[in-house]
């Protein structure tokens, strides 16, 4: 079991959680996720990021959107409650080497939160990172300072425009990639229909672009078989066999599609509505 030790509301469905885990933030590298039992009663296994960790304080943070009966409940625990298990640090971490040029990390929404631990490797070793943070407006954008302290460059969209440029992230991305301070690599996580817009940017000026597909995870062990990706035509099990892949290589339309196929089964534990 592993103590809460803080809780912050960010936004009005997102929380940012501090779990004691001294062994799991030692371990943990950048790209990294854990699976997470939030009690006995209720067995769901999720899997969740690891936004930020401290080894000689002997903590991690996770920062999730209460969307799921899983996350609505660990949204209602506090400081002082118990988690039944967190397991980790799970998935292939993510490659990170010394670049010429800037390495440009894309987070959107919530996925700045996963990105964070990759713009602090890139930070650690020198690279110069130009940071792209989108969200749909300024109430949801999550970790500004953290990033800013992180990165050479920061970059906010908004989609209505109260804060920042009023843009996609795509569009800060592309002028970048025609500019001649032309990316060595790009790293983007968020929606999957921003991923795959951010890879389809980067394709014709051919820069490398990693994408992380972690939230098309369910129990994040290779056995439900949930997380099927099609990757250069190449079936993948993100839990396994990532969550980082090659955003070039991915099938985003036929990923989006799966992930349609569990929305009405989260609506009904959650007794939402969705469309
Ligand atoms: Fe179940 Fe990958 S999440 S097999």
């Known amino acids: 079991m592993k103590r809460i030790l803080d809780k912050k509301q960010l936004s009005a469905d997102v929380f940012r959680m501090k779990i004691e885990a001294p062994l799991i933030a030692e371990e943990r590298k950048a790209g990294q996720f854990l699976i997470i039992q939030v009690d006995q009663n209720y067995g769901e296994r999720i899997p969740l990021t690891i936004a930020n960790a401290d080894a000689e304080e002997g903590f991690i943070?996770?920062?999730?959107?209460?969307?799921?009966?899983?996350?609505?409940?660990?949204?209602?625990?506090?400081?002082?409650?118990?988690?039944?298990?967190?397991?980790?640090?799970?998935?292939?971490?993510?490659?990170?080497?010394?670049?010429?040029?800037?390495?440009?990390?894309?987070g959107g929404g919530i996925g700045v939160a996963p990105m964070h631990p990759i713009v602090e490797a890139h930070h650690k070793i020198g690279n110069k990172v130009i940071t792209i943070m989108g969200a749909r407006n300024k109430e949801l954008l999550i970790m500004e300072d953290e990033m800013r302290a992180l990165s050479d460059e920061l970059i906010i969209c908004t989609d209505d425009g109260s804060y920042g440029r009023k843009d996609l992230v795509t569009v800060p991305l592309k002028e970048l990639c025609e500019s001649e301070n032309i990316p060595s690599e790009v790293f983007a996580i968020g929606p999957p229909i921003m991923m795959k817009f951010c890879s389809e940017t980067t394709r014709p000026f051919a820069v490398p672009t990693m994408v992380s597909l972690n939230t098309i995870m369910v129990d994040g062990t290779g056995m439900c078989g949930g997380c099927r990706v099609s990757i250069g035509n190449e079936?993948?099990?993100?839990?396994?066999?990532?969550?980082?892949?090659?955003?070039?290589?991915?099938?985003?339309?036929?990923?989006?599609?799966?992930?349609?196929?569990?929305?009405?089964?989260?609506?009904?534990?959650?007794?939402?509505?969705?469309?």
Do not use: W
């Open 61 to 106: 943070e996770i920062i999730f959107q209460a969307v799921g009966a899983t996350t609505q409940k660990l949204s209602r625990m506090n400081a002082g409650d118990y988690i039944e298990n967190v397991l980790g640090p799970l998935g292939k971490p993510t490659h990170i080497e010394k670049r010429d040029g800037p390495v440009v990390c894309v």
């Open 235 to 275: 079936t993948k099990f993100v839990c396994v066999d990532g969550p980082e892949f090659d955003g070039h290589l991915v099938d985003f339309d036929n990923m989006m599609l799966r992930q349609k196929a569990y929305k009405q089964h989260e609506a009904h534990r959650c007794n939402l509505d969705i469309e």
